[in-house]
C-alpha cells in the first residue's frame, strides 16, 4: 500500500518538528492533499491510524485538507477544472494541454504541538 510509506514518511517529518520545537505531545497533524497527487485521502487516514498509537505522536488529531485540481489552458487562458490527470481538454476552446496550477499537493501544512 502506497499511501503506508507516505504516512510514515509523513509522521517522521511531524515528529522531526516535534523534536525541534522541544514539544512535549504533538496535538494536530495537518496534510494537504491534492486531487491528481494520487494518494487516496481515506487509505492515507487508514495507513496514519494504523502507526500513530504506536508513535511519539500517540493521540494526534489527523486533519487532511483536499484540493481541487485546477488547470489553465495554454490558447485561451480559462481556468478549469481537469476531468482527470490523464487528459487536460478545455472546456471552452477544446484545445488539449494546460498548466496545471494546483492538484497535485502532498503538503505537510502544519503541526500543532505543547
Ligand atoms: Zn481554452
Known sequence: MHELGIAQAALQHV???????GAQRVDT??????ALSGVDPEALRFAFEAILPTSAAAGARLE???????ARCR??????????????????CRAFGAELLQGRELDLVRIDCT
Open 15 to 21: 515528529l522531526a518538528q516535534a523534536q525541534r520545537a
Open 29 to 34: 497533524i495537518l496534510l494537504r492533499i491534492g
Open 64 to 70: 487532511l485538507e483536499t484540493v481541487p485540481a485546477l
Open 75 to 92: 490558447s485561451c487562458g480559462l481556468d478549469y477544472a481537469p476531468g482527470s490527470a490523464a487528459l487536460f481538454e478545455c472546456p471552452h
